[in-house]
């Protein structure tokens, strides 16, 4: 059975650092990997998709990295902002495009 | 606007209630999801459709149905709701061959 991992569980940073949140799954035939962003009381939204045959993608001041075989992938923001606050969330494609999720890295950026 | 909508935002129930939760897209998208989201336990997958008049079951299945009798529409019963049903669910829509998720903002039920 397929299970996500997301560490830290929270994280609280003041504004301007770059930081890394990272996320792992036990199986690695997955299809992608997706990283979702949660503001509160609010659905998700994707931020990055990750197909199994690449290692990363970029998004303005976001970085997702993929190693399949080790089951790790990491997201990297850089110059955190305020507005950056919220919970992310990492989800690995494991067919019909089911998502098994992580429970979420809840960040805090400080002014 | 155009998206994912779902119906109600927040709902009590009785222990033995039934009641259906309504997910509603406008972008003709072919899959259709309800994921249940609990305190440290991130999202999991209830029921999901691959389209009109298909459903399967996800992970946590026990206790909901679901139908899919219009391809914009996907209904989420509860027959006889229980406390360990209290929860946040989240509908979801994609359309086939993409990866995007489109994502409602939720239905807060709580089962006392």
């Known amino acids: 059975k397929q299970e996500v991992t997301q560490i830290p569980a929270a994280l609280s940073v003041p504004e301007g650092e770059n930081l890394v949140l990272n996320c792992s799954f036990t199986?690695?035939?997955?299809?992608?990997l997706q990283w979702f962003r949660q503001d509160p009381g609010k659905g998700l939204t994707s931020l990055l998709l990750?197909?199994?045959?690449?290692r990363e993608q970029t998004s303005g001041r976001l970085n997702a990295s993929l190693d399949k075989s080790s089951g790790r992938s990491t997201l990297y923001i850089a110059a955190s902002q305020p507005g950056d606050s919220a919970t992310y969330l990492c989800?690995?494609?494991?067919?019909?495009?089911?998502?098994?999720f992580g429970t979420g890295t809840r960040l805090l950026v400080s002014p | 606007n155009a998206g994912v909508t779902q119906t109600p935002k927040f709902r009590v129930l009785k222990t033995g209630q039934s009641m259906t939760l309504l997910c509603a897209q406008d972008?003709?998208?072919?899959?259709m999801y309800w994921y249940r989201q609990d305190p440290g336990m991130g999202l999991r997958l209830i029921h999901y459709?691959?389209?009109?008049?298909?459903?399967a079951k996800g992970e946590v299945p026990d206790g909901y149905n679901v139908s899919r009798l219009k391809k914009q529409n996907f209904l989420l019963g509860l027959e006889s709701a229980a406390p360990s049903q209290t929860s946040v669910y989240f509908c979801a829509s994609m359309q086939q061959g993409s990866y995007g998720y489109t994502f409602g903002s939720g239905t807060r039920l709580t089962v006392v």
């Open positions: 199986d690695s035939a997955i299809y992608n």
């Open positions: 989800a690995v494609n494991t067919g019909f495009q089911k998502l098994v």
């Open positions: 459709s691959v389209g009109e008049g298909t459903t």
């Open positions: 990750i197909q199994s045959s690449q």
């Open positions: 972008m003709n998208h072919e899959y």
